[in-house]
C-alpha cells in the first residue's frame, strides 16, 4: 500500500463547477498537508498549506483534512479553464521529514 | 516570495557529455534543496536531498557518481548528469525547504527538460 493515494483522473468538468480533489493516507504521523498545482511542462505551484485538521480558505480553494479517516480534500468553486492541470497532494510528519507526494490528479475544465 | 529559479529550462545535448542544471532559492535562505526527475503521466521522484555545505542523501537506486549535486551556499545547488544517454532524458525540477509558512513546506522550481540525443 502506497503512503499516499490519489487517484490520477483525469477529471473533466463544465466551467462554473464545483471541483472536489481527494487524496488518503496511510501514515498517521502526516501533520503538514499541501496542494500543489502543476501545469504541463512546469513545476509544481504551492497552492494551500495546512497544518493538521480543519479547513483552510483562500478565494475560490479550500482544503480540508480529516486526521481521523486519513483523508484530505481541496475543493475548487465556480472553476475555470485556466484551473486545467494536475493537482497533487503532499504531506509529512514535521520535523523536517521528507514530504510524500500523491501521483496527481489531472484536472480539466471545460468552457 | 518564495520563489525558485532553475536554469536552463531546457537543454538538448550528444549521448556522453555531461549537463549541469542551477537551482537557485531567489528570496529566501533554503537549509535544504532537493532534485525530482518526473516521467510522463508519472508523479515526482525524489531523486536526492542535499544540505548546505554538507554531501547529498541519494535515493534508493539514484546513481550518486551520475547525478552529482553541489549545494555550497543557502541559496543555489546544481545538479550534473555525467556522461548522459539518452534514458536521462527527462524532466528534472528542483525545490528548495524555506520560506513562509515554516519551513515544512517546499517550493518547487520551473524544471528543466533534458533531452538526450
Known amino acids: 500500500q502506497k503512503e499516499v493515494e490519489q487517484d490520477p483522473g483525469p477529471l473533466s468538468v463544465p466551467e462554473g463547477a464545483i471541483v472536489s480533489l481527494n487524496c488518503t493516507y496511510s501514515n498517521s504521523a502526516f501533520q503538514y498537508f499541501m496542494w500543489y498545482r502543476q501545469y504541463s511542462r512546469k513545476g509544481p505551484e504551492l497552492l494551500m498549506y495546512?497544518?493538521?485538521?480543519g479547513n483552510k480558505e483562500d478565494g475560490r480553494f479550500t482544503a480540508q483534512v480529516d486526521k481521523s479517516s486519513k483523508y484530505i480534500s481541496l475543493f475548487i468553486r465556480d472553476s475555470q479553464p485556466s484551473d486545467s492541470a494536475t493537482y497533487l497532494c503532499a504531506m509529512s510528519a514535521g520535523g523536517y521529514q521528507k514530504v510524500t507526494f500523491g501521483i496527481g490528479t489531472k484536472l480539466q475544465v471545460i468552457p | 516570495g518564495a520563489v525558485v529559479s532553475q536554469h536552463p529550462s531546457w537543454v538538448i545535448c550528444k549521448s556522453g557529455t555531461s549537463v549541469k542544471i542551477e537551482c537557485r532559492s531567489l528570496?529566501?535562505?533554503?537549509?535544504?534543496m532537493f532534485w525530482y526527475r518526473q516521467f510522463p503521466k508519472q508523479s515526482l521522484m525524489l531523486m536526492a536531498t542535499?544540505?548546505?555545505?554538507?554531501?547529498?542523501?541519494?535515493e534508493q537506486g539514484v546513481e550518486k557518481d551520475k547525478f552529482l549535486i553541489n549545494h555550497a551556499s543557502l541559496t543555489l545547488s546544481t545538479l550534473t548528469v555525467t556522461s548522459a544517454h539518452p534514458e536521462d532524458s527527462s524532466f528534472y525540477i528542483c525545490?528548495?525547504?524555506?520560506?513562509?509558512?515554516?519551513?515544512?513546506?517546499?517550493?518547487f522550481g520551473p524544471g528543466t527538460r533534458l533531452l538526450v540525443l
Open positions: 495546512t497544518y493538521s485538521s
Open positions: 525545490s528548495a525547504r524555506g520560506g513562509t509558512p515554516p519551513g515544512e513546506t517546499q517550493y
Open positions: 528570496d529566501f535562505q533554503a537549509t535544504t
Open positions: 542535499s544540505n548546505e555545505g554538507s554531501k547529498a542523501t541519494y
